[in-house]
């Protein structure tokens, strides 16, 4: 394996640097938001957090009536994760985990489809922390430094952790210098604690004092609320001194945040995340919450509650005039073999 000094890294082809980023979002990040994402100008484009044993029981598929390589969950015939060619050198993975072990085995699983693998070192959740995982690791870094050492010598794509701070500066710097001795390619921080929510301030001066003491790119997140526009993400970023800038909310509810030449209306960002969902066969509830996270209090209108009785993608579409779109798209589908996601015969 190349190491990092020669400076040719001919398998680990993953650039962090100066890199506007989609944050990973549990239920948000599925392939058609990623897809939006790349669209409307994102770089690196992270999945939902993972969890290691739930993908551990899955398998790979290639599915070709939708050009996608599905990991399937066959006890139920769900998609645990969905990826295509056309994010394979940007989508990020990210993994909830507690062991290097099971995160290895997941990675070895996913590692010639995707383009990096994230541990989850944030998630301040009582299912992550009651598990080991998520910001649970940060008070056992040790455990965190085996599972990101365990992935940089074993696999050939970037490995990158996600974290939160600790309230104390210096605490928080002496984490970062040691998850960093471990060869990881980049780190994400979300600037709160464990303890503090979306509401508090987010800790730009920590973020900045991690930037200036480490090598590798740190990518700064947290800083949604005072995010409107595109030009604030550049704010964002100078106010963190970071190399790159990682974004949730502000892309939750409107992706073309990401568009450098301004934002679409909310309508036209729904119909084109409409448009892959249909198009990659995404299930009727996850298109939904993506949706009402996107209208939010329009979601009171006549209009927003005739959306909240719809159960079916096409009756979804038809509400942004996209009816006849979904029915071409399904009888295609059809046509082709039966849908992706029920196509599994345990
Ligand atoms: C998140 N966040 C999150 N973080 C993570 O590491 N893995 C995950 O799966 C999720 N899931 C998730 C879902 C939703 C709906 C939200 C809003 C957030 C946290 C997220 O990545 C980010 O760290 C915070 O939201 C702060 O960044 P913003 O929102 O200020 O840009």
């Not at 979601?299 to 159960?311: D, H, I, W």
């Amino acid at each position: 394996k190349m190491t990092k000094s020669s400076g040719i890294q001919c398998e680990k082809s993953l650039n962090y640097e100066n890199k506007l980023i989609l944050a990973p979002m549990v239920r948000v990040g599925t392939l058609p938001m990623r897809l939006l994402a790349l669209d409307y100008g994102a770089d690196i484009v992270y999945s939902e957090e993972l969890i290691d044993w739930k993908f551990m029981k899955s398998v790979r598929r290639i599915n070709d009536v939708l050009g996608t390589v599905d990991f399937l969950d066959l006890s139920d015939g769900t998609v645990v994760f969905r990826t295509c060619e056309k994010e394979k050198d940007k989508v990020v993975v990210q993994l909830g985990t507690c062991d290097a072990q099971r995160a290895l085995f997941v990675a070895k699983l996913i590692e010639n489809d995707v383009a990096g693998i994230d541990i989850n070192m944030g998630c301040p959740k009582e299912f992550s922390l009651k598990g080991g995982m998520g910001a649970a690791l940060l008070y056992h870094p040790e455990k965190a430094k085996s599972i990101l050492s365990m992935l940089v010598q074993n696999l050939k794509i970037p490995v990158t952790c996600k974290i939160r701070v600790f309230d104390n500066v210096h605490d928080t710097l002496n984490l970062v210098k040691d998850l960093a001795t471990t060869g990881i390619s980049a780190i994400a921080v979300h600037g709160r604690t464990k303890t503090e929510r979306p509401q508090h301030p987010n800790r730009c001066t920590t973020i900045k004092r991690i930037a200036e003491s480490l090598d590798i790119p740190v990518i700064a997140n947290g800083g949604s609320r005072e995010i409107d526009r595109y030009s604030d993400i550049l704010k964002f970023k100078e106010e963190c001194g970071s190399s790159s800038v990682m974004i949730a909310r502000a892309a939750e509810t409107n992706c073309s945040i990401f568009r450098r030449h301004g934002m679409k209306d909310l309508e036209n960002v729904i119909k084109d995340y409409l448009k892959y969902a249909v198009d990659y066969d995404n299930s009727p509830s996850n298109t939904k919450y993506c949706v009402q996270n996107m209208l939010r209090e329009l979601q009171e209108t006549p209009r927003g509650k005739k959306f909240l009785e719809c159960q079916t993608l096409e009756q979804i579409c038809a509400i942004w005039n996209l009816g006849d779109y979904c029915r071409k798209k399904q009888l295609e589908y059809q046509s082709k073999g039966i849908l992706g996601r029920r196509e599994v015969t345990p």
